[in-house]
């Protein structure tokens, strides 16, 4: 069978096809995506420098990358099928033969397609500007940035089957998780780590579950970013990283097979559209 | 494939007895067929039925209205055919296909759409929208594009084609959830409202594409609508429906025929007061009655199935009665809102009020 007849593949094509035209269809939302993360970073800089820290100005522009790819898993990945469901598209996706994780896997990629761009000036921008020190091991930095990503989308995978079961008020439940996961997973400053968190450990441990805490610091070590002690070795963040990406993609899909059944007994798969 | 589907039918339907008795899959004449189908929903006043033992078969090329008010059942009955829901008893099944066991075999001969629905994605070109609608089913593009502008050309959409979804109109967003219906090729159907909310002349090219659709292609379609007008247009049958029973079930004349003698509507002044028309139900030869307001020119209509001469008048006599001044009355050939009026004995309106 040759490859693009293939449904699973056709399905996730489009999905990405339609998330990455989306993203560039409208002008001043690039403009939004690229300004915003460069501004929130050029303002850590600024502290950094203001207390005599420049050589950390790496952790704000890398937080203003990261911050590109955490925005778009929680707005447009974990709100989507919820968002899909009132407006009719979810029970269009049920109703169809196409497999669901094909669905999950081209947003996905899609919107890593729409939003690397955003980073990818956000990360020149940065280093144009504020140069900061780096001494990066490109292989480590390529696998930690492949594995953030898919674990990080993973649980966008994760978290769609979440709100498309409590999600009447998605809008609210991002605005509540969007900060405070930026603050404890360390987008701006390193969050876990011995002598350079400003958390207990407690609170370090907590935050590991999140993906983005641990590719967080796993990108900082592989940059060569300045880190007294490494809260846990490289490789075996890489490790944690890879498990955290088959476990919340295995229980997205189960997820979302449970809730589709839930949903054909309750009746919660449609809105009425009227 | 759909026919080695069907050939190969009996054997899978070797573990199904329940199965077996509703749908005969060697007559490959019926296409969808619901067998004492119950659904009920919980609700805070406890359990709510929305389908109280449906029974009907609707055979290949047909187009097949299901006519109730507002709250009948229809659309629980279109989500049940289209695998969105579950019955809570009874069988129901497409294409020899059971909705409760084999949802994923329905799904890939069927279409469904609501009229109310505005699914697309604003910023991709209509064209791109039903082209990643295709993709859903798996459909080469090269083929998709055909019959994007196929079905595009038979609802006048060829030149809307390429502007954002967000920027069409009401009516070119519903034609475009009509491409989409029909996008992949489907044996079976299933329209809620189709026409809703949309001006006359776009309905009218919509029930057209339908029509065709049926006609040219052989497709079975079933409509749930209150809209009698779209049934009398282009169903070739009709099930009215009301509180989750199916009350009759026949062509649009035959069930107009059954009524005998023409309907009576009456033009008053002042409207009814609440309750001032129940003594009509109670008069000999009165099968049921239904009031409007025509609000342009300031009267109320009450229409009124008898069953002869005689019990028009005494209606007329009643209204009298009541204080209102017939401005003028009539007999006309009996409607389908008619029909469900001498079922139920009020008319849908009234079914509505109750139901809110």
């Not at chain 1, 501004?39 to 820290?53: H, I, N």
């Not at chain 1, 974990?78 to 196409?98: C, H, M, R």
């Not at chain 1, 439940?173 to 968190?197: C, K, M, R, T, W």
């Not at chain 2, 429906?241 to 009576?264: E, F, Q, V, Y």
Request: charged share 20%.
């Amino acid at each position: 069978m040759r490859l693009h007849s293939n449904p699973w593949l056709r399905t996730a094509y489009a999905r990405l096809w339609v998330r990455a035209k989306s993203i560039y269809g409208e002008p001043l939302w690039v403009a939004v995506n690229v300004g915003f993360p460069f501004f929130t970073s050029f303002s850590f800089t600024m502290v950094y420098r203001a207390y005599g820290l420049g050589s950390y100005a790496g952790f704000a522009i890398l937080g203003g990358v990261m911050i590109s790819f955490w925005g778009n898993v929680l707005w447009s990945m974990a709100s989507q099928f919820n968002w899909d469901k009132q407006v009719g598209l979810f029970e269009i996706y049920i109703t169809s033969p196409a497999p669901i994780t094909a669905i999950l896997v081209g947003m996905s990629l899609g919107g890593i397609l729409g939003t690397a761009p955003s980073a990818a000036m956000v990360a020149i921008l940065g280093w144009i500007i504020f140069a900061p020190p780096i001494h990066p091991f490109w292989p480590a930095v390529v696998l930690v940035f492949s594995l953030t990503l898919a674990s990080l989308y993973a649980m966008g995978m994760a978290l769609s089957s979440l709100y498309l079961a409590y999600g009447r008020e998605a809008d609210s439940v991002n605005e509540a998780l969007h900060e405070p996961v930026s603050l404890i997973s360390g987008v701006y400053f390193p969050s876990v780590g011995q002598g350079i968190s400003p958390f207990p450990f407690a609170v370090q441990a907590a935050a590991s579950i999140i993906p983005l805490t641990i590719g967080m610091d796993a990108l900082r070590q592989s940059l060569g970013f300045p880190i007294p002690i490494p809260f846990i070795p490289l490789y075996t963040e890489a490790l944690i990283l890879a498990l955290m990406a088959v476990i919340l993609l295995f229980s997205s899909s189960r997820a979302l097979r449970f809730l589709e059944n839930k949903g054909r007994r309750t009746g919660s798969i449609a809105v009425r559209q009227r | 494939m759909l026919d080695q589907r069907l050939n190969d039918a009996p054997k899978v339907r070797e573990d199904q007895p329940g199965l077996r008795n509703v749908m005969n899959r060697i007559d490959t004449e019926i296409t969808v067929q619901v067998d004492g189908l119950r659904r009920e929903f919980d609700s805070k006043e406890g359990k709510v039925t929305a389908l109280d033992g449906v029974n009907l078969q609707v055979r290949k090329g047909e187009i097949f209205g299901v006519l109730g008010p507002n709250g009948a059942g229809k659309t629980t009955m279109i989500r049940i055919l289209s695998t969105l829901l579950l019955p809570t008893s009874g069988k129901a099944g497409v294409m020899g296909f059971d909705v409760e066991k084999e949802p994923e075999k329905i799904r890939a001969v069927i279409n469904m759409a609501s009229g109310a629905e505005r699914a697309g994605y604003d910023f991709i070109s209509a064209r791109g929208n039903l082209w990643f609608f295709s993709q859903l089913y798996g459909i080469p593009s090269e083929e998709a594009h055909k019959r994007i502008n196929e079905l595009s050309d038979m609802l006048g959409l060829q030149s809307y084609l390429d502007r954002k979804f967000y920027a069409l109109s009401t009516g070119y967003k519903q034609r475009v959830t009509l491409v989409r219906a029909f996008i992949n090729d489907p044996k079976v159907v299933f329209l809620d409202e189709p026409t809703i909310g949309l001006d006359v002349m776009t309905a009218l090219s919509i029930r057209e594409y339908i029509l065709k659709q049926a006609k040219e292609h052989g497709r079975t379609i079933l409509i749930a609508t209150h809209n009698m007008a779209e049934v009398d247009a282009i169903c070739n049958r009709v099930a009215i429906i009301d509180k989750g029973k199916i009350l009759a079930c026949d062509t649009p004349a035959a069930l107009k025929r059954s009524l005998g003698a023409p309907s009576l509507v009456l033009e008053v002044s002042p409207p009814p007061a609440p309750g001032s028309l129940e003594p009509l139900g109670k008069l000999d030869g009165v099968k049921g009655y239904t009031s409007s307001v025509d609000e342009e020119r300031g009267l109320s209509r009450i229409q009124v199935v008898v069953d002869g001469d005689g019990a028009a008048q005494s209606v007329i006599d009643s209204v009298r009665k009541s204080g209102m001044t017939v401005v003028s009355n009539w007999r006309q050939q009996a409607t389908l809102e008619e029909v469900f009026v001498a079922l139920v004995g009020r008319g849908f309106r009234e079914r509505e009020h109750e139901a809110a």
